[in-house]
């Protein structure tokens, strides 16, 4: 997913073991064992963030993510939080959860449509 006005491009990934995800995807270690997402800062020309969902995750999930990934991306550009002026941060989280609720609706739907035998390990959104 590309966030055009900051400049940076975010890799969701559906799956059904996150941490086994993030540390394939990663060569990391991640500490939490029961996690049903995380947020990651992926430093690569390609790819400046990854969000890791289980499947089926809930709205408030989505948005606790969302948080992280906001608050990531406009730490990066040099943005300190102002609770008096927050529209930059509030405008950010609000398009990331709507971008990311949309795409896991649409991963969720084409994993109802497709065999499971042919599916992939997980599934993957980076347009």
Do not use: W
């Not at 799956?15 to 947020?39: F, N, P, Q």
């Not at 690569?44 to 289980?54: L, N």
């Not at 990934?69 to 943005?79: E, F, H, P, R, V």
């Amino acid at each position: 997913m590309e966030i055009p006005i900051y400049h940076s491009k975010v890799l969701i990934v559906e799956d059904e073991d996150v941490r086994e995800t993030i540390e394939t995807l990663t060569d990391g270690e991640m500490t939490s064992a029961d996690a049903k997402a995380a947020t990651l800062n992926m430093d690569s020309e390609d790819i400046h963030y990854m969000v890791v969902f289980e499947p089926k995750v809930d709205n408030g999930i989505i948005v606790h993510e969302c948080v992280h990934l906001a608050t990531m991306i406009l730490n990066s550009k040099g943005y300190q939080f102002d609770p008096i002026n927050d529209e930059p941060y509030a405008y950010l989280v609000q398009y990331l959860f709507d971008t990311i609720a949309k795409e896991l609706a649409r991963i969720a739907l084409n994993a109802t449509n497709t065999d499971k035998e042919e599916s992939k390990r997980y599934q993957t959104y980076d347009g």
